[in-house]
T-cell receptor, first 112, second 113 residues
Framework: DAGVIQSPRHEVTEMGQEVTLRCKPI?????LFWYRQTMMRGLELLIY????????DSGMPEDRFSAKMPNASFSTLKIQPSEPRDSAVYFC??????????FGEGSRLTVL | GQQLNQSPQSMFIQEGEDVSMNCTSS?????WLWYKQDPGEGPVLLIA?????ELTSNGRLTAQFGITRKDSFLNISASIPSDVGIYFC?????????????FGKGTKLSVKP
């Protein structure tokens, strides 16, 4: 069975550029989560969706970050404009409810 | 915000040794989970604990949900080289919400053959 699929796996961009990260959750999972991982802060929840509706976006750092889920099989996390401090690994995870999360392989973002 | 204190931060052990790591919090959680992350990969769930005092095993791994609901322990017996990775604890189910987890900073395990 296909797991959570994220793209791109790696992105290097320059400060000020727009970054779009993509996620395809596991089929049938109606919860989708975006996490950010850094050395300093570890894994932090940014936002999560239930049935394509954003439920809690209190972890989104600032207005430069936005996330959408136009349908059950696709979500995006956008950063505009990007800054060097946004460099991190961004994980998407999904589940059917409850606490067991299934993570993708992550998107490593480097902002120069 | 809520935080989990995970220790130790790193461990260097010999193959065959047993490993213990723990996680504590000032807050109560309804669920404790343990994940493992290999380099360049996402975290993978190892064990989920749902009841205070629960002791659950998964092969050579054993985890316990503390009685106070503020801590959890993970033990790995007879370590092997493929146990290398970062182990994360996570607390869930706080404030009535199940899906958003609070993660510890991780324990990096190195196993010398």
């Amino acid at each position: 069975d296909a797991g959570v699929i994220q793209s791109p796996r790696h992105e290097v961009t320059e400060m000020g550029q727009e970054v779009t990260l993509r996620c395809k959750p596991i089929s049938g999972h109606d919860y989708l989560f975006w996490y950010r991982q850094t050395m300093m802060r570890g894994l932090e929840l940014l936002i999560y969706f239930n049935n394509n509706v954003p439920i809690d976006d209190s972890g989104m750092p600032e207005d430069r970050f936005s996330a959408k889920m136009p349908n059950a099989s696709f979500s995006t996390l956008k950063i505009q404009p990007s800054e060097p401090r946004d460099s991190a690994v961004y994980f998407c995870a999904s589940n059917e409810g409850g606490v067991k999360l299934f993570f993708g392989e992550g998107s490593r973002l480097t902002v120069l | 915000g809520q935080q989990l204190n995970q220790s130790p931060q790193s461990m260097f052990i010999q193959e065959g040794e047993d490993v213990s790591m723990n996680c504590t919090s000032s807050s109560i959680f309804n669920t404790w989970l343990w994940y493992k992350q290999d380099p360049g990969e996402g975290p993978v769930l190892l064990i989920a604990l749902y009841k205070a005092g629960e002791l659950t095993s998964n092969g050579r791994l054993t985890a316990q949900f503390g009685i106070t609901r503020k801590d959890s322990f993970l033990n790995i017996s007879a370590s092997i080289p493929s146990d290398v990775g970062i182990y994360f604890c996570a607390g869930g189910g706080y404030g009535g919400s199940q899906g958003n987890l609070i993660f510890g900073k991780g324990t990096k395990l190195s196993v010398k053959p």
